[in-house]
């Protein structure tokens, strides 16, 4: 019974449990991207829906997110580098590059912009090189200001990337 309570007060199954929670709100919320059915030529579903075109750039970052809010739950600050996050998280060196050019992706933690909607830019890949998108980027967003940090993966402008930083993201 004594070796009950005294793992009952280890801080390790605190971080634990709630990385667990994390992991298991994170899987309930509907992390992954769904196609349902072919498109159409108009870019919809054959029930009128617009369709999702997967991107392997856009898949790759929100896994990213998902082991950097782990992180972030686990350590209350933003790792400082992609290899922090790799070691702590078990991500492997190759999950943290662009699939497109098969680089690391730009990381900073202390923002590479600001984002209006409000946050930090903290991730970004390399621009895009299509004709529609040209110079835009899947970017990270983090916002830690509010009770539970929040991750979103956009596609934005280059002018995002040029807004500065706060002095203080964290």
Same mark, same amino acid.
């Given at each position: 019974?004594?070796?009950?309570?005294?793992d009952?007060?280890n801080? +390790?199954?605190?971080?634990?449990c709630?990385? /667990?929670a994390?992991?298991?709100?994170?899987?309930?919320?509907?992390?992954? &991207?769904?196609?349902?059915?072919s498109?159409?030529?108009?870019?919809?579903s054959?029930?009128? =829906?617009?369709s999702?075109a997967?991107d392997?750039?856009?898949?790759r970052l929100?896994?990213?997110?998902?082991?950097i809010?782990? /992180?972030?739950?686990?350590?209350? +600050?933003?790792?400082?580098?992609l290899?922090?996050?790799?070691?702590v &998280?078990g991500?492997?060196? +190759?999950?943290?590059n662009?699939?497109?050019t098969?680089?690391? /992706?730009?990381?900073?933690?202390?923002?590479?912009?600001?984002?209006?909607?409000?946050?930090?830019?903290?991730?970004a890949?390399?621009?895009?090189? &299509? =004709?529609?998108?040209?110079?835009?980027?899947w970017?990270?967003?983090?916002?830690?200001?509010?009770q539970?940090?929040?991750?979103?993966?956009?596609?934005?402008?280059?002018?995002?990337l040029?807004?500065?930083?706060?002095?203080?993201?964290r």
């Amino acid at each position: 019974m004594a070796a009950m309570n005294s793992d009952a007060t280890n801080p +390790r199954r605190g971080v634990w449990c709630s990385i /667990f929670a994390l992991s298991l709100s994170l899987c309930v919320t509907g992390c992954a &991207t769904s196609q349902s059915g072919s498109a159409n030529a108009d870019g919809r579903s054959p029930r009128g =829906e617009p369709s999702i075109a997967i991107d392997s750039v856009a898949d790759r970052l929100h896994d990213i997110s998902g082991s950097i809010l782990l /992180f972030y739950n686990a350590y209350h +600050r933003l790792p400082e580098s992609l290899n922090e996050l790799c070691l702590v &998280t078990g991500l492997s060196p +190759r999950q943290v590059n662009d699939p497109a050019t098969d680089k690391p /992706f730009t990381y900073r933690p202390q923002g590479l912009g600001q984002f209006p909607g409000g946050g930090v830019i903290v991730l970004a890949a390399a621009p895009q090189g &299509t =004709e529609n998108d040209a110079g835009n980027r899947w970017c990270v967003v983090i916002d830690t200001t509010t009770q539970a940090p929040v991750c979103r993966v956009l596609l934005l402008p280059p002018e995002a990337l040029a807004m500065p930083a706060p002095e203080t993201p964290r």
